[in-house]
């Protein structure tokens, strides 16, 4: 996922955020953002409707928040079926053309 964002953000940027959102120089709305992912993807059970709003509360929209869950879902699922399966891992430079595609192209198909 950190090459999809080193693709739109400074890398330095994206490595903090990689290291510690909470401390990265980020807007708050994105840590809200990321905050609600992290709960979704590693405690989905503790997940509420507060922590939804704690996320609009900080600026993160109703459709962003919806997209983020969205993607997270599609990159959760798909993560956990590699882990499974053992999958082999992309290259980087594999995973780089991935990433130059869904910022052109989007998710749509």
């Not at 992912?37 to 459709?63: F, K, N, Y």
């Given at each position: 996922m950190e090459r999809f964002a080193?693709?739109?953000?400074?890398?330095?940027?994206?490595?903090?955020?990689?290291a510690d959102y909470r401390a990265a120089s980020i807007s708050e709305a994105l840590k809200a953002a990321l905050s609600f992912?992290?709960?979704?993807?590693?405690?989905?059970?503790?997940?509420?409707?507060?922590?939804?709003?704690?996320?609009?509360?900080?600026?993160?929209?109703?459709?962003a928040r919806k997209d983020a869950a969205t993607v997270a879902t599609v990159?959760?699922?798909?993560?956990?079926?590699?882990s499974a399966l053992d999958f082999a891992?992309?290259?980087?430079?594999?995973?780089?053309?991935?990433?130059?595609m869904l910022l052109k192209r989007g998710y749509a198909s």
């Open positions: 080193a693709k739109t953000m400074e890398r330095r940027l994206v490595d903090a955020v990689v992912l992290e709960i979704m993807t590693l405690r989905p059970a503790e997940l509420s409707g507060e922590h939804a709003e704690a996320a609009l509360r900080a600026g993160v929209s109703a459709q990159f959760n699922i798909v993560t956990r079926y590699a891992m992309p290259s980087a430079s594999e995973f780089d053309r991935s990433a130059a």
